[in-house]
């Protein structure tokens, strides 16, 4: 597969000589990676001899100074590799994921995401990154204050037999301890008659960089939206499901609908932000992850991509 990076949002930083170590790398720049992180979003390390999993963990721990997070409140299916470090998305290699910020439905998520590439895709399976920050200035600012005025609902539905079960989502099947975890994390839960779970949390659809005071349009709205599902997958969970028993559907945050054509209008945003990075085997990728979304085209071939993620926000 022919690699490109040119345009995309991550600062690429390549390996000085074939056999320079990752990690006495990462010790000997930190602040300027950091930096650039901060500025640009995210950055590419190319051409490092990594070490598989083992030295993509010592990657998190030399660029984040802690070890990486453990996967909570989960909203797709993913595998652990090892520890910490987990599969990217485990959906179909046809279908795209849209462009979203890691955890931003949560009301404690990760600052810092890094990707590896054990193995790349044949074709396609390139990670579109968008700036946020350029989402948020491109919004239709009427758009954007409805938002910030209402807030924004996620609706998430776990089915016995449908999904990712509350079990494996909140890692416990104590019903009392899934209640603790809601209170703690502004979740109201609702406990189906069928032994499901509906949770519904509202939150605030723009925040502040903790490190830059930009504002940056920070949410999982339209990641979660029905209508940003493919067309057909769309068609078949509403044949299955009742809207208000969709696995995730969003709103604005006092429950009103939110119309077509601004969901069209968000997407569109989002996509006219995005650029696209393809992987060579070996590539790091560290992201800002409340500067840069990210999103993952349809692929064939292998394409292995591990994660991990880094210091949490609050």
Same mark, same amino acid.
């Given at each position: 597969?022919?690699?490109?990076?040119?345009?995309?949002?991550?600062?690429?930083?390549? $390996?000085?000589? /074939?056999?320079?170590?990752?990690?006495?790398?990462?010790?000997?720049?930190?602040? =300027?990676?950091?930096?650039?992180?901060?500025?640009?979003?995210?950055?590419?390390?190319?051409?490092?001899?990594? @070490?598989?999993?083992? @030295?993509?963990?010592?990657?998190?721990?030399?660029?984040?100074?802690?070890? %990486?997070?453990?996967?909570?409140?989960?909203?797709?299916?993913?595998?652990?590799?090892?520890?910490?470090?987990?599969?990217?998305?485990?959906?179909?290699?046809?279908?795209?994921?849209?462009?979203?910020?890691?955890?931003?439905?949560?009301?404690?998520?990760?600052?810092?995401?890094?990707?590896?590439?054990?193995? /790349?895709?044949?074709?396609?399976?390139?990670?579109?990154?968008?700036?946020?920050?350029?989402?948020?200035?491109?919004?239709? %600012? $009427?758009?954007?204050?409805?938002?910030?005025?209402?807030?924004?609902?996620?609706?998430?539905?776990?089915?016995?037999?449908? @999904?990712?079960?509350?079990?494996?989502?909140?890692?416990?099947?104590?019903?009392?301890?899934?209640?603790?975890?809601?209170?703690?994390?502004?979740?109201?839960? !609702?406990?189906? %008659?069928?032994?499901?779970?509906?949770?519904?949390?509202?939150?605030?659809?723009? !925040?502040?960089?903790?490190?830059?005071?930009?504002? &940056?349009?920070?949410? !999982?709205?339209?990641?979660?939206?029905?209508?940003?599902?493919?067309?057909? &997958?769309?068609?078949?969970?509403?044949?299955?499901?009742?809207?208000?028993?969709?696995?995730?559907?969003?709103?604005?945050?006092?429950?009103?609908?939110? %119309? =077509?054509?601004?969901?069209?209008?968000?997407?569109?945003?989002?996509?006219?932000?995005?650029? +696209?990075?393809?992987?060579?085997?070996?590539?790091?990728?560290?992201?800002?992850?409340?500067?840069?979304?990210?999103?993952?085209?349809?692929?064939?071939?292998? +394409?292995?991509?591990?994660? $991990?993620?880094?210091?949490?926000?609050?």
């Amino acid at each position: 597969m022919t690699s490109s990076i040119r345009d995309t949002v991550a600062a690429v930083r390549r $390996a000085p000589h /074939p056999s320079t170590d990752v990690h006495d790398y990462i010790r000997d720049n930190r602040e =300027d990676l950091r930096a650039t992180l901060t500025d640009r979003g995210a950055v590419l390390l190319r051409g490092f001899p990594v @070490g598989g999993v083992d @030295g993509f963990d010592g990657v998190v721990r030399a660029f984040s100074g802690s070890a %990486p997070l453990t996967y909570a409140e989960r909203s797709s299916p993913r595998s652990t590799i090892q520890g910490q470090v987990y599969t990217s998305t485990d959906y179909p290699a046809e279908e795209e994921i849209f462009l979203h910020n890691e955890n931003s439905y949560q009301a404690v998520w990760p600052q810092t995401l890094y990707f590896y590439c054990i193995e /790349p895709a044949h074709t396609q399976g390139a990670t579109p990154l968008a700036d946020i920050r350029e989402v948020y200035r491109n919004l239709d %600012p $009427a758009v954007r204050e409805e938002f910030e005025r209402r807030g924004w609902r996620v609706v998430r539905n776990f089915h016995a037999d449908f @999904g990712v079960p509350w079990q494996q989502t909140f890692g416990t099947d104590d019903r009392s301890a899934v209640e603790a975890y809601c209170r703690d994390k502004g979740l109201t839960p !609702h406990w189906r %008659p069928d032994g499901g779970l509906r949770t519904v949390a509202v939150r605030s659809a723009v !925040h502040t960089h903790p490190v830059t005071g930009e504002r &940056v349009w920070f949410n !999982h709205a339209t990641f979660f939206h029905v209508t940003t599902l493919a067309e057909d &997958v769309r068609e078949g969970m509403l044949a299955i499901f009742d809207e208000e028993d969709l696995p995730t559907n969003t709103y604005y945050g006092d429950g009103g609908r939110i %119309p =077509d054509d601004v969901m069209d209008h968000l997407r569109a945003t989002y996509r006219a932000a995005s650029t +696209r990075l393809d992987w060579e085997r070996d590539d790091v990728l560290v992201v800002d992850n409340m500067l840069a979304a990210h999103a993952r085209e349809p692929f064939t071939g292998p +394409r292995r991509i591990a994660v $991990a993620m880094a210091e949490p926000s609050a």
